[in-house]
């Protein structure tokens, strides 16, 4: 398990615990529904539709970790395209980087019960005699 830290918050993130992992694909699959609906919609003001795309961003964020959460994330910030993107891609980074992390755990764990093995295997036939 990994803490986001973000804005003098730190968020627990495990991508091994079920409902996490739950939440994560109901957000994203919410963020791209949304995402949809703003790419239908057709602006008047631009002021309107920077609105919503920052909303998408704080809505993703919200199912994700919850509403008070979302809203701690982005206290005290401009509604800005570019500060939500950010925090977006600062949260994808994590999340790529602790799964990875994550990986090489389980790589490190397993990697007496493979290696070895192979090795065993491929002596052991080198020495064998065929069969006639």
């Known amino acids: 398990m990994m803490n986001w830290e973000i804005n003098g918050l ?9 409902e996490t992992a739950e939440r994560c694909e109901k957000a994203f699959d919410l963020m791209e529904q949304e995402e949809h609906r703003i790419a239908k919609k057709n602006y008047l003001k631009k002021s309107d539709l920077l609105r ?16 008070e959460t ?21 949260f994808l980074k994590f999340s790529v980087m602790s799964s990875a992390a994550a990986f090489d755990e ?19 036939k080198k020495h064998k005699k065929p069969k006639k």
């Open 10 to 18: 730190s968020l627990n993130f495990d991508q091994d615990d079920l």
């Open 52 to 67: 919503d795309y920052c909303n998408l961003y704080f809505h993703f964020f919200e199912n994700l970790f919850g509403r």
């Open 70 to 90: 979302a809203g701690q994330i982005f206290q005290n910030q401009p509604v800005n395209t570019k500060i939500y993107e950010e925090t977006y891609i600062s």
């Open 106 to 124: 389980r790589s490190e764990r397993f990697r007496p019960f493979r290696s070895g093995n192979r090795k065993q295997r491929r002596a052991s």
